[in-house]
């Protein structure tokens, strides 16, 4: 619109419907060529044996632009998002409140949230969890929106809200056993595939459980 009223002082008349018309199509022959398309590169693993389909995406947006292109590329491709019969942030408070999930160590970072319209908030980074301070904000009403954890000492990861798994991050006992494998670039990366998306799904596994159980049927 910017672009077209230039042109239109520049041409000294206040255009019409047709003249808009042809101010777009010449605005769009000239801004075409200077337009770039951006390449986003997003890694999928789908595990029909485990039923599941892992994105890792910055966002659910971008997370949902790859679920969309799946979908237009395959004739079926049923999906729902993995719910479970806790809600994890209610499962995250009782973890702060008392002993945590087994398997399961929490770590130094948290965020807890109002559930109030003031939205007041309080983050934790790298800092004791099991202090008084955390308990009365949880006594108060405020609800973890992200919790640092650590499975079997293999993986860290810091869990949302909305279940999502973020800052995922392999520990030295899995780096080490890669460490083991042959130095060709495609033996370890073959081996690294194995041995990561492996540590998902018993991570995967081990959390739905303590989560109540995948919650069936749900939208």
């Given at each position: 619109a910017r672009r077209a009223a230039e042109i239109a002082d520049q041409q000294g008349y206040r255009p019409g419907r047709l003249q808009m018309k042809k101010l777009r199509e010449q605005i769009t022959s000239e801004l075409l060529p200077r337009a770039f398309v951006r390449p986003i590169r997003m890694l999928a693993w789908i595990d029909p044996a485990a039923g599941l389909l892992v994105v890792d995406a910055p966002s659910m947006t971008r997370a949902e632009d790859l679920l969309e292109l799946l979908r237009q590329t395959l004739d079926t491709f049923p999906l729902a998002l993995l719910r479970t019969r806790r809600a994890p942030a209610g499962a995250m408070a009782d973890w702060l409140a008392g002993d945590g999930p087994a398997g399961f160590t929490v770590d130094r970072d948290c965020e807890l949230r109002s559930i109030t319209d003031q939205k007041a908030a309080v983050r934790y980074v790298r800092h004791a969890l099991d202090g008084e301070d955390v308990r009365n904000?949880?006594?108060?009403?405020?609800?973890?929106?992200?919790?640092?954890m650590t499975f079997d000492d293999r993986v860290s990861f810091v869990l949302t809200e909305r279940g999502e798994l973020k800052r995922v991050e392999f520990l030295d006992l899995v780096k080490e056993q890669l460490n083991e494998v042959d130095t060709d670039a495609q033996a370890l990366f073959d081996a690294g595939f194995a041995l990561e998306t492996g540590e998902l799904v018993r991570l995967t596994d081990a959390l739905v459980e303590e989560l109540g159980g995948e919650l069936r049927g749900a939208a």
């Amino acid at each position: 619109a910017r672009r077209a009223a230039e042109i239109a002082d520049q041409q000294g008349y206040r255009p019409g419907r047709l003249q808009m018309k042809k101010l777009r199509e010449q605005i769009t022959s000239e801004l075409l060529p200077r337009a770039f398309v951006r390449p986003i590169r997003m890694l999928a693993w789908i595990d029909p044996a485990a039923g599941l389909l892992v994105v890792d995406a910055p966002s659910m947006t971008r997370a949902e632009d790859l679920l969309e292109l799946l979908r237009q590329t395959l004739d079926t491709f049923p999906l729902a998002l993995l719910r479970t019969r806790r809600a994890p942030a209610g499962a995250m408070a009782d973890w702060l409140a008392g002993d945590g999930p087994a398997g399961f160590t929490v770590d130094r970072d948290c965020e807890l949230r109002s559930i109030t319209d003031q939205k007041a908030a309080v983050r934790y980074v790298r800092h004791a969890l099991d202090g008084e301070d955390v308990r009365n904000h949880l006594a108060a009403g405020k609800l973890p929106i992200r919790l640092g954890m650590t499975f079997d000492d293999r993986v860290s990861f810091v869990l949302t809200e909305r279940g999502e798994l973020k800052r995922v991050e392999f520990l030295d006992l899995v780096k080490e056993q890669l460490n083991e494998v042959d130095t060709d670039a495609q033996a370890l990366f073959d081996a690294g595939f194995a041995l990561e998306t492996g540590e998902l799904v018993r991570l995967t596994d081990a959390l739905v459980e303590e989560l109540g159980g995948e919650l069936r049927g749900a939208a």
